[in-house]
């Protein structure tokens, strides 16, 4: 007995229009066909459509399943490759459920960088946003110096938030010298914070950055980060004596 192609689909659990794919694509055989044209399928046929169905379940993409017939070696090495994929997504499915758990612990609003949950407190919507940001350009590394400057490194910080876009030069100036120190040690310590790592693959650009900034931020703001940088550059005796005058 003989079926026909809506009934080895249905015995197989797939559906006709996959079954004229993989005769398209070489993996399923062409039966031999009754004396009105009517394709006549066999119990091969039906066992090498579970074999691939199988062998799908498993994430085997059918270009592996193709690359079988050529060599049992093949079989094994695709198996591997599965295995190690499998491998590397069970683990991002670990961190997903850790950084979840994390949200679900700390309770953040929705534009809370992720690792950043214990943190958020101190993060105004503009320093989440350029977090984020940022996060394009750091590897792991990098985050976990970010993290780590929030918890540890505010200083300045409260005049920075509530400087007014008209503030005035020397109010500017103010905030600066008090930030510069700050900055200074921060580049001392997380010498990889002073230049993102911006490499050609990088999606994210230094540009990008200055763009961000200057839209987060307002004026007033912009200007004490670029004189604060500068002075983080400058002499530490210079910056105290500018603060000192303040």
């Known amino acids: 007995m003989a079926w026909s192609t809506r009934r080895l689909a249905e015995l197989a659990g797939t559906t006709v229009k996959t079954v ?5 694509i070489g993996l399923l055989e062409e039966p031999a066909r009754a004396g009105n044209g009517y394709k006549q399928y066999g119990t091969s046929h039906l066992v090498r459509l579970l074999q691939i169905a199988r062998l799908r379940e498993l994430g085997m993409p059918l270009s ?21 994929q499998l491998s590397a997504s069970i683990a991002h499915q670990q961190e997903l459920r850790a950084e979840i758990a994390d949200l ?13 949950a214990d943190v958020a407190d101190d993060l105004t919507p503009a320093d989440r946003a350029m977090v984020m940001i940022s996060a394009r350009v750091y590897d792991e590394q990098g985050l ?11 200083e300045a910080d409260d005049a920075f938030d509530e400087l007014a876009s008209d503030a005035t030069a020397d109010e500017i100036r103010a905030v600066a010298a008090r930030l510069a120190p700050a900055l200074r040690t921060i580049h001392e310590q997380y010498p990889g914070m002073r230049t993102p ?29 670029r004189q604060a940088y500068r002075l983080a550059l400058d002499d530490p005796t210079d910056s105290a004596r500018d603060a000192e005058g303040q």
């Open 64 to 84: 592996g399943v193709a690359e079988l017939e050529e060599s049992g070696e093949a079989f094994t090495q695709t198996l591997r490759t599965l295995d190690s």
């Open 20 to 24: 004229r794919h993989y005769h398209a």
């Open 197 to 225: 790592p911006l490499g050609v693959g990088s999606r994210t650009s230094l540009q990008d950055l200055v763009q961000a900034v200057t839209e987060l931020y307002n004026p007033a703001q912009v200007e004490v980060l």
């Open 104 to 116: 679900l612990r700390h309770r953040p609003d929705p534009d809370v960088p992720a690792g950043f």
């Open 144 to 154: 976990q110096d970010m993290r780590a400057i929030v918890a540890h490194h505010r």
